[in-house]
C-alpha cells in the first residue's frame, strides 16, 4: 500500500497507471490531502450539511504558496519531473470543491496559466487559475501560485469562500496574517456574523489510510483521488497559457 504527497503523477502516462491501480483495487492508495483534517474545513462541512448557509451557490479557494527557489531542487522546475503549476497544486482545491459539493458532477471548467518569474527556467510557470461549474449549478474558482511573499511567517495563506442562499462563510485555514491561526467566519441572514468554535478530530491523514486498508470507512476514497487527479491534470492540458517575459 502506498501513501503518497501531491502530485501523484505528471502526466498522463502517470495517470493511466494510477487509474488501473485505484479501478482494480491492486492496491490502497492514499494521498495526503492535509486540509480537509482541519478543524475549520470539517467545521465548514458540517455547516454545509446542516444548510446553515442555505443552497449551496458558490465555492472559492486561494491557494498561494512561497517559492523560496534557491532551496528547490533542480527537477521542481520540470513540467516532465514535477508537474505544472496546474497539476502540482489544484489537486487540494479540486478535492475540497468535490467534496464540499457534496462530490457534484463538474461539467464545464477552464483554466489559464501565466508566467512572469524566472527566465532562467524558461518552462517553468508561475500561477494559475480556473472558473468551474457542476452540474446542479454550483459554480467554483481555484487560484493558485507561488506568488506568497518570503516575509511572509507562513508557507501560504490558503481561504475558503462559500455563498449560499441564505449566507455565507470565510474560511482562513492556514496562513493568516494576522492571527496566525485557522479560522472560520459564518456571515447569516438569521444571525450576527460570528466565529465558528473549533473542534479537534481524532481522524487525521495518518488513521483514514490505516481505516482503508483494514476495510473500514474513510473519509478519502479511491474515486476521490482518481476525480481530483484527473481534473487537476486537465485544468494543466488544456490551461490557456500566457509568458509575460517573452
Not at 501523484?8 to 488501473?20: A, G, P, R, S, W
Not at 501560485?145 to 442562499?165: E, K, L, T, Y
Not at 482503508?212 to 474515486?223: K, L, M, N, S
Amino acid at each position: 500500500h502506498v501513501m503518497s504527497d501531491k502530485p501523484l503523477f505528471v502526466n498522463k502516462k502517470d495517470l493511466t497507471i494510477l487509474e488501473d491501480f485505484l479501478i482494480n483495487g491492486r492496491i490502497q492508495v492514499g494521498a495526503l490531502f492535509t486540509l480537509r483534517f482541519q478543524p475549520s474545513v470539517r467545521a465548514l462541512k458540517e455547516l454545509l450539511e446542516q444548510g446553515k448557509l442555505g443552497k449551496l451557490i458558490s465555492i472559492e479557494i486561494l491557494n498561494p504558496h512561497k517559492l523560496t527557489p534557491w532551496k528547490r531542487p533542480e527537477w521542481h522546475f520540470s513540467p516532465d519531473q514535477a508537474g505544472g503549476v496546474a497539476a502540482d497544486l489544484f489537486t487540494h482545491s479540486v478535492d475540497l470543491f468535490h467534496w464540499l459539493s457534496n462530490r457534484s458532477e463538474i461539467l464545464v471548467y477552464n483554466s489559464f496559466i501565466t508566467k512572469s518569474i524566472l527566465p532562467e527556467k524558461p518552462n517553468f510557470y508561475d500561477f494559475a487559475s480556473a472558473s468551474l461549474r457542476t452540474e446542479d449549478g454550483i459554480s467554483g474558482y481555484f487560484r493558485v501560485d507561488w506568488h506568497m511573499p518570503q516575509a511572509h511567517w507562513n508557507w501560504g495563506d490558503v481561504r475558503i469562500f462559500c455563498v449560499g442562499s441564505n449566507g455565507c462563510a470565510e474560511l482562513r485555514a492556514s496562513g493568516d496574517p494576522l492571527n496566525r491561526r485557522e479560522m472560520l467566519i459564518l456571515y447569516s441572514e438569521n444571525e450576527e456574523t460570528k466565529k465558528i468554535p473549533l473542534t479537534d478530530y481524532t481522524e487525521d491523514e495518518t488513521s483514514y489510510f490505516l481505516n482503508r486498508i483494514a476495510g473500514q470507512p474513510c473519509i478519502v476514497t479511491h474515486e476521490d483521488i482518481l476525480h481530483a487527479c484527473q481534473i487537476s491534470l486537465a485544468l494543466e492540458d488544456k490551461a490557456v497559457r500566457q509568458n509575460r517575459l517573452l
